[in-house]
C-alpha cells in the first residue's frame, strides 16, 4: 500500500513572540508529519504552542524558523488555496444572523452564487444533524447545537482539512461524548484529515490515530502515539485495555513533560 500524501509536515519548526518583556518560545524544534485522513490530538496544559501550533497551519501566525508545509505549500498558499477550514473553541456565531445565515456567511465572502450557497448549508446541516435548524437564531440552540453550527461552517467549503481547537471544551461531559461520536462518524463518511486541539486524555484517545503530546516552556513535542484501536470505536471502546494502556502512556508523556520544568 502506497502511504497516505502528507497534508501538514513541520520540520524543527520554531515560533517565538516577542512579547514586551521577554520572549516566548512557543514552538521550540517541532516534527511531525499528518498524513490524509488522520484525525490527530494535540494535548498538553496550558501554554504548550497547541493553538499557535494550529494557527501556524492557518497562517494566522508566522513561523520563526524551521519548515512548515500544508498540503505541500506554504501556509499562505494553502490557505488561499481555502485548504482548510477552522473550529474555534467558542462556537463565535453571529447572533443576529440565523443559523444558515452564519454558515453562508464565509460562503458569501468568497462570491459562491446564491444556489451553490443553499446545496452547501444543507450538506454541512445533513452532516452535523441539524438540518431543520437553518431559521433559528444561535441564542435558540443549545452550546452542543451552536458548536455543531460552527462545524457545519467549517465544512461549508468542503476543505480536506478542519483545524479544530478545543471545540467541545465548554460542554458537559454527555453532550461532549455524544459530539465526539459524531465526530468521528462525520470523520469516517467525509475522510477528511482534522487537527483537534483538546486538554482531555480520554477525548485524545478516544478521537485520535495520532496522539501529539506536548508540554511547555519551550512549548514543544514530548511524545507522538499512533494509536493501535480500529477506526471505528463505540464509545465502550474507552473501559478495554487497549484504550486505558494509550491513555497511561500520554499521561507519562505529560508527567515527563512536567518534570524538564523543575
Ligand atoms: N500573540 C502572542 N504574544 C505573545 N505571547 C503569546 C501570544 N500568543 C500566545 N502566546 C504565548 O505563547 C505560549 C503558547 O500559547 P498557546 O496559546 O499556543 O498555548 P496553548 O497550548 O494553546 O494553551 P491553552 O491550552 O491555554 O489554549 C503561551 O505562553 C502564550 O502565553
Redesign the pocket.
Known sequence: MTQAASVVSAKNLCLT???NDAP?H?LSNVDLDVRKGDFVSFI??????????L?VIADL?KKTSGDITVNGMTPEDARKARAYGYVF?APALYPWRTIDKNIALPLEIMNYPADERQKRIAEALDLVGLTGFEKKFPWQLSGGMQQRASIARALAFDADLLLM??PFGALDEIVRDHLNEELLKLWARTNKTICF?T?SIPEAVYLSTKIVV?S??P?RVTDIIDSPLPRERPLDIRETPEFLEIAHRVRDGLRAGHSYEH
Do not use: I, L, N, W
Not at 498538553?44 to 501550533?53: A, D, E, N
Open positions: 513572540y516577542q512579547a516566548v512557543a498538553g496544559p496550558s501554554g504548550c504552542g497547541k493553538t499557535t501550533f494557527r501566525e473553541q481547537d478545543e486541539v486538554h506536548m511547555p516552556r512549548g
